[in-house]
């Protein structure tokens, strides 16, 4: 597995004509003409269990109930038993505590830019950057870490998602969209972790715009001509992630990526609750290509039987 999720990097990344969201498009064009139904901002309040103890039906935090010959979580790990089964349904304490003791992945900032002008007028390369302060990358995180308030960043991740795209001129002609992400540390973010989206307060904000300003400086570094170009920034946070996806610490990669992550026993497709199953980079590995073939996983385990060689024909 490891080695398909290094390989499609060899010849360069691929990207998707249409930007990321034709990922979900397709999926929900799957969806519905099998008869099924894709929700947005629809929270999950629980799974339901039969007689039996297996899973077999979804209530929704508005009420509406989903019943289905099986459920298949992509909330996590962790998130699923301790979130989202009944009461009287215990997670098994010895697994949970080593996802606990595992911990979240790594914190990150993203800053989104958007410019009024079309990417060929900007000089952009499509590929992406890796930029580190220096070699000793633990060595930085601690700094960090011991210092969040005036230490910079030790890792970022420019990239430039409507340069890749050969739809994106004819679909939004004259923009060109551009994302920066920074790697932080949670304990920034946890004095605000008990706010309110869009409510967080002044000091919240001046962080926001300490952080913009320096993701902005790494873009200047490497694209100097956008220099009094940019027209919209938009920061995302680790609460940012938490509001939306669920997340407890803003690790939108879910579990961290450790040698006791991987040699975890029990992590995968099948839960201890018959019926539910779960999917996505817990099931696998992080990352778009880790969510993937946690998805394969998941359908195989659902199906019985492998269906990457039913990818693998085609």
């Not at 790697?183 to 008990?194: C, I, K, M, R, V």
């Not at 940012?240 to 992550?261: I, V």
């Amino acid at each position: 597995m490891h080695a398909m999720l290094i390989r499609h990097y060899i010849n360069g990344a691929n990207f998707p004509v249409g930007g990321s969201a034709r990922l979900a498009e397709t999926a929900t064009d799957v969806i519905t003409a099998a008869g099924g139904a894709v929700l947005i901002s629809a929270d999950v309040a629980t799974s339901e269990l039969d007689d039996k103890g297996a899973a077999r039906a979804v209530l929704m935090a508005d009420g509406r109930r989903f019943q289905a010959p099986l459920v298949i979580s992509n909330a996590g790990a962790l998130n699923t038993p301790t979130r989202l089964l009944p009461e009287q349904t215990p997670a098994p304490a010895r697994l949970v505590d080593s996802l606990r003791a595992i911990g979240p992945s790594q914190t990150y900032v993203v800053l989104n830019i958007g410019i009024r002008a079309s990417g060929d007028r900007l000089d952009l390369d499509p590929a992406n950057i890796w930029a580190h302060a220096g070699p000793d990358i633990d060595g930085d995180i601690a700094a960090l870490e011991a210092d969040p308030e005036h230490r910079a960043m030790p890792t970022y991740f420019p990239t430039f998602p409507s340069v890749k795209d050969p739809s994106w001129e004819s679909r939004y002609p004259g923009r060109t969209t551009i994302d920066i992400a920074g790697l932080t540390t949670w304990s920034l973010f946890e004095p605000y972790a008990g706010s309110a989206w869009m409510r967080r307060g002044a000091d919240y904000e001046r962080v926001k715009d300490r952080l913009t300003e320096e993701l902005l400086g790494q873009i200047f570094r490497f694209c100097p001509q956008l220099q009094g170009r940019i027209d919209h920034t938009e920061l995302a946070t680790p609460l940012s992630f938490n509001h939306f996806l669920g997340r407890e610490k803003g690790d939108f990669m879910s579990l961290a990526h450790t040698p006791q992550r991987f040699a975890l026993r029990g992590l995968g497709a099948h839960t201890h609750v018959p019926g539910l199953l779960l999917t996505g980079q817990d099931v696998a590995s992080a990352g778009v290509s880790g969510a993937i073939m946690g998805g394969v996983v998941a359908a195989s385990a659902a199906a019985e039987r492998d269906v990457l060689q039913d990818l693998a024909t085609r």
